[in-house]
């Protein structure tokens, strides 16, 4: 009897990622399907707005991860009114950036995804949470955490104006500068992110890698996939969030492309699917071949794992200390286990944190001049960032009254749809037989979907912390012959 | 009331960006003060708790609902009516339940523009097949299904009644914080209330101001404006002069006009309009021609007027389209700009 298993929110909302896994006669794995049910148009009604209000309209798009669509809207801008912010606007939009990142990983790794090895992946889901997380790291480090976020929505707030849904970034630059008292605040909270960095590469050290169960289990084949990764790179093919060429190596972590992000479309297009209102970009100069791994498919990833793959290390200290580790431990370059982006996503941390203070003891840091007026006619723009979950393009074309005739957008998690997709149906495969399903095994297989930190909130509402769970049994008519439900994280 | 005597809430989140959760948790600390001082019995972001259970309840069961994001779907439609019937009382919480907010510009566009554009004609899109996403698709293994979404942004109060809003975009933690200790205490204002001040955001601004005669507006890459002087005397549109206060004035602070995420100003309906007519009453100007040409020098006024109460306000989609002499606007066209006189 062939069956069905629907990971659907729990309370069953459109609006919310949804896992349709399908068993065959012999219980074992047919195919999986993710689905994204909704779909907002901001390329459409953005459409006779004129473009300076992007950075203040698009950063709706995602109340999780406003500060990246306003960053990457503000360098359209730049590019459609032909237009560099001057060296202080720049670094002040960066120390904004970085703030952020640090938050935002946070997030992740001490809620979402963390939780899994912290608590672990068989513990009781009422555990795997951040409180779970918690009771094994103690309360003095749940209130560093705590700390950790606060602090930098603090940061983002005296930058960007505003702690959710930033105001501050224009055409040319940034609305204000900050001033000395500002900036020592923000350096004093940039010095406790980079303890907080590499306390954080302790705790995975000592959780995680001093356990074989879990090397074995991010190692393990259900988590291993070998596609094409992309990230932006700085001039000496190091990480970067802000700035920089498009770099994509290839599965043999062999450079395949490196762009500039305004020729996107020469290197990324994007595929549909009836199935879902989210597109599936893969590399054009590939192809799409479906929802395969491997050199001949144009499937590409987007994650800290694949930005780490994608450079040739990271360009501060710390975490080029720890980006040799990652790479030692693991057997070389690239690594193909999906499981690994938590430590990735960790040394990308520690790397926000560092260059969060060379950027807040920069002596230009506090200079006045933090705008350019444009004064040329504006055309039109493409502006990149790396978001926390993959590369974000806006892309803008306006009248000559910068009026949007055009726009364009690939949000982050977007690109990782297609390898989400086979993430999913590999460690489906791998662990459900004989048609077998219980609690340990779905969270194993959401484990696969939770290390790409799909933010879905650009599509849907999946906030950090908050995947709620329901998965139903359905024999070929539709009765339901079993039914869990599983609070999925915190 | 539950049986521990506790008043039983509940927070739902329809169509939104999920910044309405994050400022309920932005309230820090006071978080744990709620989750002792409620029964919390519906979160779907937080809690492990169903749909069925908000089924199971018995009709005015749940003492507060906080309500936020707009009505985009079925799904979300059946939601607000089914806690509409199981709570006491209705908050539509943040600017997209309360007015549409920026999700509510979608109004100015049809689901069909929506679909030939990001599935045909975007520049990054190669569907030579020319798919468009289903209700339902046959794959070999069974049928998959997708949600239909509507035509409209509708806002909370235009499915159910609303007992109270609380405005912003998201709301202040400060103003969350005063809802749960009024509704604690049993101090709630009139049904109907925003919960709020009830001036505009001009008096928590600390920037100077004086006569306002606006000759021209200037867009805000254009000029740096002093920062201590009121940034609509210096010609920059900004809305705080019609919109409620509460938020600290924050983006005036960094040099930025206000766009009006609080909505209108107690007392008004229509908050675009009121918005209009505060601005016209600014510009240095003796005729209705003078008046245009400064209004000229501000583009696209729809957009800057009803930024974030388009779903909400008095100009339905039949009038847009007439006001613009057709039925919609075509993708790559210039959406139409409407005139702000027919607000009036």
Request: charged share 25%.
């Given at each position: 009897?062939?069956?069905?298993?629907?990971?659907?929110?729990?309370?069953?909302?459109?609006?919310?990622?949804?896992?349709?896994?399908?068993?065959?006669?012999?219980?074992?794995?047919?195919?999986?399907?993710?689905?994204?049910?909704?779909?907002?148009?901001?390329?459409?009604?953005?459409?006779?707005?004129?473009?300076?209000?992007?950075?203040?309209?698009?950063?709706?798009?995602?109340?999780?991860?406003?500060?990246?669509?306003?960053?990457?809207?503000?360098?359209?801008?730049?590019?459609?009114?032909?237009?560099?912010?001057?060296?202080?606007?720049?670094?002040?939009?960066?120390?904004?950036?970085?703030?952020?990142?640090?938050?935002?990983?946070?997030?992740?790794?001490?809620?979402?995804?963390?939780?899994?090895?912290?608590?672990?992946?068989?513990?009781?889901?009422?555990?795997?949470?951040?409180?779970?997380?918690?009771?094994?790291?103690?309360?003095?480090?749940?209130?560093?955490?705590?700390?950790?976020?606060?602090?930098?929505?603090?940061?983002?707030?005296?930058?960007?104006?505003?702690?959710?849904?930033?105001?501050?970034?224009?055409?040319?630059?940034?609305?204000?500068?900050?001033?000395?008292?500002?900036?020592?605040?923000?350096?004093e909270v940039a010095r406790q992110n980079v303890e907080f960095g590499l306390w954080s590469l302790d705790v995975f050290d000592d959780i995680v890698l001093k356990n074989t169960g879990y090397v074995d289990l991010i190692l393990s084949d259900a988590y291993t996939q070998k596609t094409y990764y992309m990230g932006l790179v700085d001039a000496n093919n190091h990480v970067n969030f802000y700035d920089g060429m498009?770099?994509?190596?290839?599965?043999?972590?062999?450079?395949?492309?490196?762009?500039?992000?305004?020729?996107?479309?020469?290197?990324?297009?994007?595929?549909?699917?009836?199935?879902?209102?989210?597109?599936?970009?893969?590399?054009?100069?590939?192809?799409?071949?479906?929802?395969?791994?491997?050199?001949?498919?144009?499937?590409?990833?987007?994650?800290?794992?694949?930005?780490?793959?994608?450079?040739?290390?990271?360009?501060?200290?710390?975490?080029?200390?720890?980006?040799?580790?990652?790479?030692?431990?693991?057997?070389?370059?690239?690594?193909?286990?999906?499981?690994?982006?938590?430590?990735?996503?960790?040394?990308?941390?520690?790397?926000?944190?560092?260059?969060?203070?060379?950027?807040?003891?920069?002596?230009?840091?506090?200079?006045?001049?933090?705008?350019?007026?444009?004064?040329?006619?504006?055309?039109?723009?493409?502006?990149?960032?790396?978001?926390?979950?993959?590369?974000?393009?806006?892309?803008?074309?306006?009248?000559?009254?910068?009026?949007?005739?055009?726009?364009?957008?690939?949000?982050?998690?977007?690109?990782?749809?297609?390898?989400?997709?086979?993430?999913?149906?590999?460690?489906?495969?791998?662990?459900?037989?004989?048609?077998?399903?219980?609690?340990?095994?779905?969270?194993?297989?959401?484990?696969?979907?939770?290390?790409?930190?799909?933010?879905?909130?650009?599509?849907?509402?999946?906030?950090?912390?908050?995947?709620?769970?329901?998965?139903?049994?359905?024999?070929?008519?539709?009765?339901?012959?079993?039914?869990?439900?599983?609070?999925?994280?915190? | 009331?539950?049986?521990?005597?506790?008043?039983?809430?509940?927070?739902?989140?329809?169509?939104?960006?999920?910044?309405?959760?994050?400022?309920?948790?932005?309230?820090?600390?006071?978080?744990?003060?709620?989750?002792?001082?409620?029964?919390?019995?519906?979160?779907?972001?937080?809690?492990?708790?169903?749909?069925?259970?908000?089924?199971?309840?018995?009709?005015?069961?749940?003492?507060?609902?906080?309500?936020?994001?707009?009505?985009?779907?079925d799904e979300n439609e059946h939601m607000a009516h089914l806690l509409r019937r199981k709570s006491k009382v209705m908050v539509a919480y943040g600017s997209c339940a309360m007015e549409g907010c920026i999700p509510g510009l979608a109004n100015f566009a049809d689901r069909e523009q929506m679909m030939q554009f990001i599935y045909h004609d975007s520049p990054s899109t190669a569907n030579p097949d020319g798919i468009?996403?289903?209700?339902?698709?046959?794959?070999?293994?069974?049928?998959?299904?997708?949600?239909?979404?509507?035509?409209?942004?509708?806002?909370?109060?235009?499915?159910?009644?609303?007992?109270?809003?609380?405005?912003?975009?998201?709301?202040?933690?400060?103003?969350?914080?005063?809802?749960?200790?009024?509704?604690?205490?049993?101090?709630?204002?009139p049904p109907g209330s925003v919960i709020g001040m009830d001036v505009s955001v001009c008096d928590e601004c600390p920037r100077e101001r004086h006569e306002k005669k606006i000759k021209r507006f200037y867009r805000p890459q254009e000029i740096e404006p002093d920062p201590n002087l009121c940034l609509l005397e210096q010609g920059l549109f900004c809305a705080g002069i019609a919109t409620r206060a509460g938020c600290?004035?924050?983006?005036?602070?960094?040099?930025?006009?206000?766009?009006?995420?609080?909505?209108?100003?107690?007392?008004?309906?229509?908050?675009?309009?009121?918005?209009?007519?505060?601005?016209?009453?600014?510009?240095?100007?003796?005729?209705?021609?003078?008046?245009?040409?400064?209004?000229?020098?501000?583009?696209?006024?729809?957009?800057?007027?009803?930024?974030?109460?388009?779903?909400?306000?008095?100009?339905?989609?039949?009038?847009?389209?007439?006001?613009?002499?057709?039925?919609?606007?075509?993708?790559?066209?210039?959406?139409?700009?409407?005139?702000?006189?027919?607000?009036?």
């Amino acid at each position: 009897m062939s069956r069905r298993i629907t990971i659907d929110p729990i309370t069953r909302l459109e609006g919310h990622g949804k896992i349709e896994v399908f068993l065959d006669d012999a219980g074992e794995v047919a195919n999986a399907y993710f689905q994204v049910p909704e779909l907002r148009g901001f390329e459409v009604f953005c459409l006779g707005r004129p473009a300076e209000e992007m950075p203040r309209i698009t950063n709706r798009i995602c109340g999780v991860c406003p500060e990246a669509h306003h960053m990457a809207a503000s360098k359209a801008l730049d590019a459609l009114y032909h237009v560099e912010p001057p060296p202080a606007g720049k670094k002040l939009r960066e120390l904004f950036y970085m703030a952020f990142y640090v938050t935002d990983h946070t997030t992740h790794f001490y809620a979402l995804g963390g939780p899994d090895f912290v608590v672990g992946p068989d513990a009781p889901a009422a555990q795997r949470n951040i409180l779970g997380v918690v009771a094994a790291v103690g309360k003095e480090a749940g209130l560093r955490v705590i700390n950790t976020r606060k602090q930098n929505h603090e940061v983002i707030k005296i930058i960007g104006g505003r702690p959710i849904h930033p105001v501050a970034g224009l055409p040319g630059g940034m609305s204000k500068p900050i001033t000395e008292e500002e900036r020592q605040f923000i350096e004093e909270v940039a010095r406790q992110n980079v303890e907080f960095g590499l306390w954080s590469l302790d705790v995975f050290d000592d959780i995680v890698l001093k356990n074989t169960g879990y090397v074995d289990l991010i190692l393990s084949d259900a988590y291993t996939q070998k596609t094409y990764y992309m990230g932006l790179v700085d001039a000496n093919n190091h990480v970067n969030f802000y700035d920089g060429m498009v770099r994509v190596v290839d599965p043999d972590g062999v450079e395949f492309a490196k762009y500039a992000p305004a020729d996107y479309t020469e290197h990324v297009a994007e595929h549909v699917e009836p199935y879902s209102y989210l597109k599936y970009p893969y590399l054009k100069k590939v192809g799409w071949k479906g929802f395969v791994d491997g050199k001949d498919s144009g499937m590409y990833a987007c994650t800290p794992l694949s930005r780490l793959n994608a450079a040739d290390g990271m360009a501060t200290p710390h975490a080029q200390e720890a980006y040799e580790k990652f790479y030692e431990t693991l057997g070389g370059k690239p690594v193909h286990h999906t499981l690994a982006t938590h430590w990735a996503r960790l040394i990308e941390l520690l790397y926000a944190a560092e260059h969060m203070l060379e950027l807040a003891t920069d002596p230009e840091i506090t200079s006045p001049k933090v705008r350019t007026i444009p004064t040329e006619k504006p055309t039109v723009g493409i502006g990149t960032v790396e978001a926390p979950r993959g590369t974000l393009t806006h892309h803008y074309e306006t009248d000559e009254n910068g009026i949007l005739t055009r726009v364009n957008l690939i949000v982050g998690t977007t690109n990782n749809n297609a390898p989400i997709t086979l993430s999913i149906k590999k460690a489906a495969q791998a662990m459900i037989h004989g048609g077998e399903v219980n609690d340990g095994i779905l969270n194993k297989i959401e484990m696969a979907f939770r290390s790409y930190d799909p933010c879905l909130s650009c599509a849907t509402h999946s906030l950090p912390g908050q995947m709620p769970l329901e998965v139903i049994v359905r024999d070929p008519d539709g009765n339901i012959v079993d039914h869990r439900s599983q609070y999925l994280t915190p | 009331m539950a049986e521990n005597g506790k008043p039983k809430l509940a927070l739902y989140w329809a169509a939104s960006c999920g910044g309405c959760e994050i400022s309920v948790l932005a309230i820090h600390e006071k978080i744990l003060d709620v989750a002792e001082a409620f029964d919390i019995v519906f979160w779907p972001c937080v809690l492990d708790f169903k749909v069925k259970d908000v089924e199971a309840l018995a009709d005015n069961e749940i003492d507060v609902c906080l309500f936020n994001g707009a009505i985009r779907t079925d799904e979300n439609e059946h939601m607000a009516h089914l806690l509409r019937r199981k709570s006491k009382v209705m908050v539509a919480y943040g600017s997209c339940a309360m007015e549409g907010c920026i999700p509510g510009l979608a109004n100015f566009a049809d689901r069909e523009q929506m679909m030939q554009f990001i599935y045909h004609d975007s520049p990054s899109t190669a569907n030579p097949d020319g798919i468009e996403p289903q209700t339902r698709t046959e794959v070999p293994e069974g049928e998959l299904e997708l949600p239909a979404f509507w035509n409209t942004v509708r806002t909370l109060d235009q499915v159910v009644p609303v007992d109270y809003y609380l405005p912003g975009c998201p709301p202040e933690a400060k103003w969350t914080i005063a809802a749960v200790e009024a509704i604690l205490k049993n101090e709630l204002p009139p049904p109907g209330s925003v919960i709020g001040m009830d001036v505009s955001v001009c008096d928590e601004c600390p920037r100077e101001r004086h006569e306002k005669k606006i000759k021209r507006f200037y867009r805000p890459q254009e000029i740096e404006p002093d920062p201590n002087l009121c940034l609509l005397e210096q010609g920059l549109f900004c809305a705080g002069i019609a919109t409620r206060a509460g938020c600290g004035a924050l983006c005036p602070g960094v040099n930025m006009g206000c766009r009006g995420c609080y909505g209108p100003v107690e007392g008004v309906r229509d908050g675009g309009a009121r918005l209009i007519s505060a601005i016209a009453s600014v510009i240095d100007a003796d005729t209705p021609e003078e008046i245009d040409a400064v209004l000229d020098t501000l583009p696209d006024p729809a957009g800057y007027f009803y930024r974030f109460g388009l779903a909400h306000s008095l100009l339905h989609r039949t009038r847009l389209a007439q006001a613009n002499g057709h039925k919609v606007a075509e993708p790559f066209e210039e959406i139409p700009h409407l005139d702000p006189k027919l607000a009036e």
